[in-house]
Nanobody
Framework: QVHLVESGGGLVQAGGSLRLSCAAS????????MAWFRRAPGKERDFVSA????????YSADSVKGRFAISRDNTKNTVYLQMNSPKPEDTGVYYC??????????????????WGQGTQVTVSS
């Protein structure tokens, strides 16, 4: 069982920066691929980025490549999403998710077993 708690959301100006954190509990964190999803107002939950269990491989949506970076610290059971140069269209609720294995090339919410409660990110223009 993995319990996930996101933090770090808030209001940020376009072009600024924000870092989201996801703290995980459970003994399997270091062997689990982790990901960030987001849900914009009135839209479905969309894939943002994923990272392998060891942190050596990442996979991101085209819309955030070059702006957002996913990372993890297995000594702290935490995964991060560094959001640089956010745009108003990045506004939404950001969710942390975990798989039971280390495979990262999954983009659909149903392919992740564990979820956090989400943290709101609002990007002002």
């Amino acid at each position: 069982q993995v319990h996930l708690v996101e933090s770090g959301g808030g209001l940020v100006q376009a072009g600024g920066s924000l870092r989201l954190s996801c703290a995980a509990s459970g003994s399997t964190f270091s062997s689990s691929a982790m990901a960030w999803f987001r849900r914009a107002p009135g839209k479905e939950r969309d894939f943002v980025s994923a990272i392998s269990a060891g942190g050596g491989r990442t996979y991101s949506a085209d819309s955030v490549k070059g702006r957002f970076a996913i990372s993890r610290d297995n000594t702290k059971n935490t995964v991060y999403l560094q959001m640089n140069s956010p745009k108003p269209e990045d506004t939404g609720v950001y969710y942390c998710a975990a798989r039971d294995d280390s495979y990262i090339y999954y983009r659909r919410p149903g392919e992740y077993r564990y979820w956090g409660q989400g943290t709101q990110v609002t990007v002002s223009s």
